[in-house]
């Protein structure tokens, strides 16, 4: 199963990371009296910002110890401190700042590359408050069970899905190749239940085609291959004189803030892409390449309420610099930065670290991305195969 994650991320080095896993090594007999302080040095390293105050816990180990003095049961200790981890973060109380544990951290990585693992081959995001089926995924056990675009997904093994996140909702669906789960979908006011047996499944973040003399070039999410991807599908396209394209970004949650930064580079040369700002202070400004295949070619990008955070930042990239044409319905608004930064015993935290703006200073934060020309298209469509937003972007490349 894949589903949209509406993120913009910076990865880590994986040399440094290496280099790091090391010195730790070399020097573990140290961490006893002085872990605080090589925490600190690593995380220097990695070009994490460190902190050395201290929060007072006391009142924590005091629950802690009351807790376990009384409690009739068993308890798991690593549940609990990850339950206390979990508490403190999701205290700073914003949507993309979150902590992972070891097996949720794999989770969050095997999405964003693509290896889903066992899953109903869906792709998921949110329409309103509620979890709905964006995109059902060719010869999956979703689409041979008759699931279809536009579902909202009410219970999981008849547990209600109602008050789940996103994150929630595609961990308990995702499992083990060869099991089964029980699915619930509202459907135009009925209920319609699908037990579906989890498949392998792998869903490349690009693929393209020409359609006629148009090159359609289709992006799931930013990952790691995603720039490479879309470089040899955009020399594919200027080997064959294709002279119109469509980039198509509508339910693409985001990913590496990098990958946007290096397609944009197939139509910008040596442009701004992105400035990243903390305390509305310039931090960092992200350019293009000086390659670009397409530049000059005329391209219509299309979005929707799912394009987010990567998605926007490259269709807000092409837009300002005169690039593209946006065609759809408004972007999600996801106008911040997160950062991954490994924590003991596998886990992870998700951080926002500032916020984005477009090239013309635009902050998208809550308001997404306007289209050049506003195109509905209704699960009604999706279902039936019809696509009024490409249907309206050949028109305009045709003018």
Same mark, same amino acid.
């Given at each position: ?28 007999? @140290? @961490? ?13 390293? +990695? ?40 508490? @403190? ?93 029980? &699915? ?83 139509? &910008? ?127 305009? +490349?045709?003018?």
């Amino acid at each position: 199963m894949s589903e949209p994650r509406p993120t913009a991320t910076r990865p880590v080095s994986t040399i440094v990371l290496i280099l790091a896993f090391v010195f730790t090594l070399g020097f573990g007999f @140290l @961490l006893g009296n002085y872990h605080t302080a090589i925490y600190n040095s690593v995380a220097s390293l +990695l070009g994490f910002n460190v902190y050395n105050g201290s929060l007072d816990l006391s009142s924590v180990q005091a629950t802690y110890r009351a807790l376990k003095a009384n409690f009739d049961g068993e308890l798991d200790d690593q549940a609990l401190i990850e339950g206390a981890s979990r508490g @403190l973060v999701e205290a700073a109380d914003d949507q993309y700042t979150v902590f992972f544990s070891q097996s949720e951290a794999e989770e969050f990585s095997n999405g964003l590359s693509g290896n889903i693992g066992g899953g109903v081959g869906i792709e998921m995001g949110l329409r309103g408050d509620r979890v709905t089926v964006l995109r059902v995924l060719d010869d999956v056990p979703a689409k041979k069970a008759g699931v279809l675009a536009g579902d909202i997904v009410i219970s999981i093994n008849d547990e209600s899905a109602e008050d789940m996140t996103l994150d929630e909702v595609v961990q308990k669906i995702r499992g083990e190749v060869g099991t089964t789960v029980k &699915l619930g979908f509202l459907r135009d006011g009925e209920l319609e239940t699908f037990s579906i047996t989890r498949e392998e499944i792998s869903n490349p973040s690009v693929y393209s085609k020409i359609d006629g003399d148009v090159g359609v070039l289709v992006i799931n999410r930013f990952d790691t291959q995603t720039g490479s991807l879309a470089r040899q599908a955009a020399q594919n396209f200027a080997d064959r004189n294709i002279k119109k394209v469509v980039v198509d970004l509508r339910g693409n949650g985001g990913g590496y803030l990098t990958a946007a930064q290096d397609v944009a580079g197939i139509w &910008l040369d040596n442009k701004v892409v992105v400035s990243e700002r903390k305390d509305g202070k310039v931090v960092d400004e992200l350019y293009s390449s000086s390659r670009p295949i397409l530049d000059g070619v005329p391209t219509v990008v299309l979005v929707d309420g799912s394009s987010a955070s990567a998605s926007e930042i490259l269709a807000g990239a092409l837009q300002d610099h005169g690039a593209a044409t946006l065609v759809g319905e408004t972007t999600f608004g996801k106008g911040s930065v997160q950062q991954l930064i490994k924590l003991p015993a596998g886990a992870e935290l998700k951080v926002t670290i500032a916020r984005w703006y477009t090239p013309n200073g635009q902050n998208i934060s809550e308001t997404g991305i306007e289209p050049d020309k506003t195109v509905e298209r209704t699960s009604d469509d999706v279902n039936a195969g019809r696509d009024p937003q490409l249907t309206a972007a050949k028109v305009i +490349l045709s003018r």
